[in-house]
């Protein structure tokens, strides 16, 4: 049985102004959560390296890129990220997105990888919003498609925050497909323009929600022909989500993660998947939605290595 590779860093967490409603701490619960009964070693891990300047200017404005790194950014552009850049910060943004770029080539190398943070959606070319101060998945699949080592993407946004960033970072990139199937009533208000947009109506369980996956996702593959596959995997589709407005059950996440994987992998692309949005004061209760997409992931890929 080969173990099945999640990327890290403890830098991941990072301390916030008291009472801040980020759940920063679940970032290292997950890593618990995962490892707390792993005796069979089900899972290998990796370092998650700090991304420098210049891999993330390959996304990014270099005007913004140098503002976060000289930590400069302007008090208004701060309110929009909602929590101040500082020098903790910005290591843990570097350290999430170099771990989604080395989830991502793990990926290419071994069919599937996870990263324990990234997914940070609503960063944009010149700003970061909403949690998120560089766009991780915008950042590794410009470096990929730059390097050669890839020729198409696809990003599948499953979070129930549009995908706003990634859209329009890539509005203009044909060989990079943004899916994003999101919550119609959820930030962002403006919602930008990705190839794909499913708007779902606040309420939708698990049915609805799993019948219009399954419908767009085969197509998505075999007419953009991926050589790669970001998934982002955010867990505020629960019913019991702070901000998120979809009503999934743990079952209907479960079965969205396992129709991801199942038809990605049948399909022989490579898929790196990110942790997302997921918001509760309990944060033991997020964790154990974070850490049961990546074990559904993980089950789908070894089902599949056994039936070989
Ligand atoms: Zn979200």
């Known amino acids: 049985m080969t173990a099945y590779p999640v990327v890290h860093h403890p830098d991941y967490v990072a301390p916030l102004p008291a ?17 707390a009964d792993d005796t069979a070693g089900l899972f290998v891990w990796h370092d998650a390296p700090a991304l420098d300047r210049d891999t993330v200017a390959r996304a990014h404005e270099a005007a913004y890129v140098d503002q976060v790194f000289r930590l400069a950014v302007p008090a208004d552009m701060e309110r929009r990220i909602g929590f101040p850049v500082t020098q903790r910060v910005l ?8 771990g989604t770029l080395a989830a991502a080539r793990l990926a290419l190398a071994l069919g599937v990888a996870s990263n324990t943070a990234g997914g940070s959606h609503h960063a944009h070319p010149g700003f970061g919003a909403g949690f998120c101060v560089f766009n991780d998945v915008g950042i590794a699949a410009r470096t990929l498609l730059d ?16 995908g706003d960033g990634t859209a329009a970072m890539f509005a203009a990139e044909p060989r990079v497909f943004t899916f994003s199937m999101h919550c119609e009533a959820n930030f962002p208000v403006r919602k930008a323009v990705s190839d794909l947009d499913i708007g779902l109506p606040p309420g939708t369980g698990d049915q609805a929600y799993l019948d219009r996956l399954a419908e767009a996702l085969p197509t998505l593959l075999s007419r953009h022909r991926p050589d790669l596959v970001f998934y982002n995997a955010g867990v505020d589709v629960h019913a019991a989500d702070r901000l998120g407005r979809l009503a999934l059950s743990d079952a209907g996440i479960a079965a ?8 990605v992998l049948a399909a022989e692309v490579p898929l790196c998947t990110v942790m997302g949005g997921g918001y509760s004061d309990d944060v033991g209760a997020v964790a154990a939605r974070h850490a049961a997409t990546i074990r559904a992931i993980a089950d789908c890929w070894r089902t599949r290595q056994a039936g070989e």
Do not use: I
Request: charged share 25%.
């Open 147 to 162: 390097d050669g080592a890839v020729a198409r993407v696809l990003v599948v946004d499953l979070d129930v925050h549009q």
């Open 91 to 98: 290591t843990r943004a570097r350290h999430a997105s170099g």
């Open 256 to 263: 969205r993660d396992r129709l991801v994987a199942e038809t």
């Open 19 to 35: 009472g801040h409603r980020f759940p920063m701490s679940k970032y290292e619960a997950v890593v618990a959560a995962l490892s």
